[in-house]
């Protein structure tokens, strides 16, 4: 036969089971909530990464286009100076009137550059219009 004391034995081991089950019951809760929270964040992260990549892309791009017109700017440089070369070389027999005319056909209307070692000032002269404050005027 069951005694008081098995009952009561079996009572307190059925409240310490339901008593675990609630506290694995909130555990679980607040689990869900932070893997909930969590779950969001990586979201947001996962969209700024992306947002990130598109412009780590945009970047590359301009920096692509960025290189081309820089080496197109060198090309035209390299093509000035070898039409300068020119124009010196050929006029030296030429007056100076010639060795102009000459140079115009080959180089741009107007370049604007940052450094450039000529010997002949003859080629240059500042504009001094109110707008272009010491731009150098090729012809």
Known sequence: MISLEQV??????VAKAIEYLQRKDAENASLLQEKSSLQSKLDA????????EMLVMRFKDDQSKIEDGIMAALDRLSQFEAAFESGLSHGSGQSSS??????KKNAPKKEKLSEVDLNSEEFFEINEAEDNSGELDIF
């Open 8 to 13: 009561q034995l079996l009572e307190s081991r």
């Open 45 to 52: 992260n996962q969209k700024r990464l992306d947002e990130l």
């Open 98 to 103: 010639q060795q102009k005319e000459g140079v």
